[in-house]
C-alpha cells in the first residue's frame, strides 16, 4: 500500500509538471503570434525567461526563503534534540546533513527547502519544539527530509518560476495589445476584413492571456497538495511509525495561525500557516483530515 501510493503520487506530479510546461509553451506560443507574428519565436522566449529566472533563484534559493521566514540557524549545541532527529531521519533518508534553523513563533510548523538534497535547509517553529514529542517530530521532520529525498524542494522552485515567467509574458501581452492593438498579420488581415482570424484572435487572447494565469496557479496548488500526500508517505517509510506524524497533524491543525509567514512560502510549510475555515482550489495543501485517512490506512 505504502509503495504504491508513493509511486500513484510521483505519477501525479510528474503529469502536473507536464502539464505545466504545456501551458508555459501555449503562453509563449501565443506572446510570439501576438508581438512578432512568430509562435516559435515565444516558445523560446518563454523557455530562454525560465532558465533565466531559475538560475538566478537557485543560486541560493535557501539563504533566501529563510530570511524571508525570520529564521535563524543553529548548531547541534544549541538544540541537540532537534539536531539529532534531523541527523538521523538524514542517515536514513540517504541524503547529506541539512542545515538546521528554528523560527520564533509559537504556532507549529516546519518546511525544508533548497536546490538539491546537498544545499537543503530545514526549519521548524518554536511552537513545534513546545508542543510535539519526539515521536511526533519525527514524523514532522521525516516528512519534511522526504521532500528533501524526493527533490521536491526543486520541484517547487521550477514550478514558481515558471508560474512567474507565465505571469510576466502574460501581463507584458496585455500591456502591448493595449497600447498597440495587435500583432502587425493582425493589423494586414483586417484591411482585408477576415472576421475569422479575428474570431480565432478573441479565443486565442482569452484563453491563453486570461485564464492562463490562473489555470497555471491551480496547477501549481495541485503540484503542492500532490507533493504534501508523498511526503506524508515518505515520512512512514523512513519512520516506520504512521502515528507520529497522525499526532503531529492534529496538533498542528488545531493550533492558532503564524503571525508572521511569507505568502510566497506558505506552500512549503507541512501545513498551511494561514488557517482557513473552508477549503477551496486555491489551498496550498490537501485538508489535514484526507491527510491523516490516508496515513491510517498505511
Given at each position: 500500500?505504502?509503495?504504491?501510493?508513493?509511486?500513484r503520487?510521483?505519477?501525479?506530479?510528474?503529469?502536473i509538471?507536464?502539464?505545466?510546461?504545456?501551458?508555459?509553451a501555449?503562453v509563449?506560443?501565443a506572446v510570439g503570434?501576438f508581438?512578432a507574428?512568430?509562435m516559435i519565436?515565444?516558445?523560446i522566449?518563454?523557455v530562454i525567461?525560465t532558465?533565466?529566472?531559475?538560475?538566478?533563484?537557485?543560486?541560493?534559493p535557501?539563504?533566501?526563503?529563510?530570511?524571508?521566514?525570520?529564521?535563524?540557524?543553529?548548531?547541534?549545541?544549541?538544540?541537540?534534540?532537534?539536531?539529532?532527529?534531523?541527523?538521523?531521519?538524514?542517515?536514513?533518508?540517504?541524503?547529506p546533513?541539512?542545515?538546521?534553523?528554528?523560527?520564533?513563533d509559537a504556532s507549529?510548523?516546519?518546511?525544508?527547502t533548497?536546490?538539491?538534497p546537498?544545499?537543503?535547509?530545514v526549519?521548524?517553529?518554536?511552537?513545534?519544539?513546545?508542543?510535539?514529542?519526539?515521536?511526533?517530530?519525527?514524523?514532522?521532520l521525516g516528512?519534511?527530509?522526504s521532500?528533501?529525498r524526493?527533490?521536491?524542494?526543486?520541484?517547487?522552485t521550477i514550478?514558481?518560476a515558471m508560474?512567474?515567467v507565465?505571469?510576466?509574458l502574460t501581463?507584458?501581452t496585455?500591456?502591448?495589445?493595449f497600447?498597440?492593438?495587435?500583432?502587425?498579420?493582425?493589423?494586414?488581415?483586417?484591411?482585408?476584413?477576415n472576421?475569422?482570424?479575428?474570431i480565432?484572435?478573441?479565443v486565442?487572447?482569452?484563453?491563453t492571456?486570461l485564464?492562463?494565469?490562473?489555470?497555471?496557479?491551480?496547477?501549481?496548488?495541485?503540484?503542492?497538495?500532490n507533493?504534501e500526500?508523498?511526503?506524508?508517505a515518505?515520512?512512514v517509510?523512513l519512520?516506520?511509525?504512521?502515528?507520529?506524524?497522525?499526532s503531529?497533524?492534529?496538533?498542528?491543525?488545531?493550533s492558532?495561525?503564524?503571525?508572521?509567514?511569507?505568502?510566497?512560502?506558505?506552500?512549503?510549510?507541512?501545513e498551511?500557516?494561514v488557517?482557513?475555515?473552508h477549503?477551496?482550489?486555491?489551498?496550498?495543501?490537501?485538508?489535514?483530515?484526507?491527510?491523516?485517512?490516508?496515513?491510517?490506512q498505511?
Amino acid at each position: 500500500m505504502l509503495f504504491e501510493q508513493i509511486s500513484r503520487n510521483k505519477r501525479r506530479t510528474a503529469l502536473i509538471l507536464t502539464i505545466f510546461v504545456l501551458i508555459l509553451a501555449l503562453v509563449g506560443a501565443a506572446v510570439g503570434y501576438f508581438v512578432a507574428d512568430s509562435m516559435i519565436a515565444g516558445i523560446i522566449i518563454a523557455v530562454i525567461g525560465t532558465g533565466i529566472y531559475l538560475a538566478i533563484v537557485l543560486h541560493d534559493p535557501a539563504q533566501l526563503v529563510m530570511s524571508m521566514n525570520n529564521a535563524e540557524e543553529i548548531q547541534e549545541q544549541d538544540n541537540p534534540e532537534l539536531w539529532h532527529i534531523v541527523e538521523d531521519m538524514a542517515m536514513v533518508a540517504r541524503v547529506p546533513m541539512p542545515r538546521v534553523y528554528i523560527i520564533d513563533d509559537a504556532s507549529p510548523n516546519a518546511f525544508a527547502t533548497g536546490r538539491d538534497p546537498e544545499h537543503a535547509s530545514v526549519a521548524v517553529t518554536r511552537g513545534l519544539l513546545e508542543m510535539m514529542n519526539r515521536e511526533e517530530l519525527e514524523g514532522v521532520l521525516g516528512h519534511e527530509l522526504s521532500h528533501v529525498r524526493n527533490y521536491d524542494i526543486l520541484v517547487s522552485t521550477i514550478a514558481i518560476a515558471m508560474l512567474t515567467v507565465i505571469t510576466l509574458l502574460t501581463d507584458f501581452t496585455s500591456r502591448y495589445l493595449f497600447w498597440f492593438g495587435g500583432s502587425r498579420r493582425d493589423r494586414d488581415d483586417d484591411d482585408n476584413d477576415n472576421k475569422n482570424l479575428e474570431i480565432i484572435k478573441i479565443v486565442l487572447f482569452v484563453i491563453t492571456i486570461l485564464l492562463a494565469p490562473l489555470a497555471a496557479t491551480l496547477i501549481n496548488l495541485a503540484l503542492s497538495r500532490n507533493r504534501e500526500y508523498l511526503a506524508d508517505a515518505g515520512s512512514v517509510e523512513l519512520t516506520r511509525n504512521p502515528h507520529g506524524l497522525i499526532s503531529a497533524l492534529k496538533k498542528i491543525e488545531n493550533s492558532q495561525p503564524m503571525e508572521n509567514v511569507s505568502s510566497s512560502s506558505r506552500a512549503l510549510y507541512i501545513e498551511d500557516p494561514v488557517k482557513k475555515e473552508h477549503s477551496s482550489l486555491f489551498d496550498t495543501h490537501p485538508p489535514t483530515s484526507e491527510r491523516i485517512k490516508r496515513l491510517e490506512q498505511m
